[in-house]
């Protein structure tokens, strides 16, 4: 009886850790969409699909995290595209 009980302890733990990997993608990809592209984009992505992988039940948020980390990517690119690879300008 406790190797079943112990095997639902770590099922619900791996779930309750997806679903945080999924909250934490869509936390750090919202932000992501307006500062620090680079770094809070990817981050997004990552944990994002970590949490689909493990099976999270919060899968719309996982899928918004990964949506919003690759816009944040997309949003940098074309804005760096845009400038002519200058997106700040100090010396005017």
Known sequence: MSTVTTSQ???RRETAEADNL???SFLLGLPGLLLFN???GPIAITLATLALVRGTS???RAVLGLVLGI???VILAVTTAT???VLMDLGS
């Open 71 to 73: 816009t944040s990517l």
């Open 58 to 60: 919060r899968r719309g």
């Open 38 to 40: 680079i770094v809070l």
């Open 83 to 85: 400038s002519h690879g």
């Open 9 to 11: 302890n770590t099922g």
């Open 22 to 24: 999924a909250v934490a």
